[in-house]
């Protein structure tokens, strides 16, 4: 667009057209004079002069910039240096994926609703010369650790609401007075294993020498995540009786095994490892 702004020579030509309007214009219209019509060309003449000089400069700057990169000034920043993490390698066609260690809070343990027939000991485990029940429940009966509750009280109450879920398994070789067994007894009960043994531990601890029964506690530790190897003996006035138990604990799971004497810690890691592979909770 063309610029609109007269210059000096168009102001002096329009000075006889201004003041013939001032002879006819109506009320007191005073014309600018000569001079001052002349000082404001000059100072347009040289504004415009000084901004076309100034753009010259500023082009001349901007070019010289642009040739030598020194234009720091419109430049955003760098942004810091980072440290590249190394490249995990694509898993090639057939090949084995790249190995990534699972976090801890990855490991889920499953809760237990049932007892696993691999739980319980087989006949690998007692030895050679058994036969298994063929009905496992023939394997309970009064040779269980509770059997000798009641005739000495722990004055606690039994750790669980009955609702526990229970397994068993015996073991024969021979037959008559000159046969030997292995029996076992497993329980499941959530959070009902630990409590279970505390049981135990303050039963033997009451009954260590009762009117009724002598209760000690030969060891403890030994297997599993706990353990127990209580001896139970039971004198009357025409007979004495007694026994030993092994209880041994792998998560809410909890054995009693009655075994051959002098195999019962043996017995014990035998159980403690079946629970174990059984539920993987170790």
């Known amino acids: 667009m063309a610029d609109q702004t007269p210059d000096h020579d168009q102001e002096l030509a329009a000075l006889p057209a201004l003041l013939a309007f001032r002879d006819t214009a109506p009320g007191a219209f005073v014309p600018p004079s000569v001079a001052s019509v002349e000082a404001a060309g000059v100072r347009r003449t040289r504004r415009r002069t000084a901004m076309v000089a100034a753009a010259v400069v500023l082009a001349v700057l901007g070019g010289v910039g642009v040739a030598f990169g020194t234009g720091r000034a419109n430049t955003p920043p760098a942004p810091p240096a980072v440290t590249p993490s190394p490249a995990v390698p694509s898993p090639t066609a057939g090949g084995p994926s790249p190995s990534v260690e699972p976090s801890p809070s990855a490991t889920v343990t499953h809760r237990l609703t049932e007892i696993p027939d691999s739980a319980l000991l087989t006949l690998a485990d007692v030895g050679p010369g058994f036969r298994q029940y063929p009905d496992d429940n023939q394997g309970s009966g009064d040779w269980v650790l509770g059997f000798w509750t009641q005739f000495c009280h722990a004055g606690t109450e039994w750790p669980h609401a009955g609702q526990n879920i229970r397994r068993d398994r015996g073991f024969v070789k021979g037959s008559g007075a000159n046969s030997d067994a292995v029996f076992e007894k497993v329980e499941l009960e959530p959070e009902f294993g630990s ?86 909770t170790c």
């Open 195 to 280: 409590r279970q043994m505390e049981y135990w531990r303050q039963w033997a601890a009451k009954c260590a020498s009762s009117d009724n029964l002598t209760v000690t506690t030969v060891d403890s530790g030994f297997a599993g995540d706990e353990s127990l190897l209580i001896t139970v003996v039971r004198r009357t006035s025409s007979e004495v009786n007694s026994s030993t138990h092994v209880l041994v604990r792998v998560g809410d799971l909890v054995a009693e095994i009655v075994t051959l004497p002098g195999g019962h810690r043996a017995m014990a890691a035998k159980a403690a490892a079946r629970m174990c592979a059984a539920t993987g």
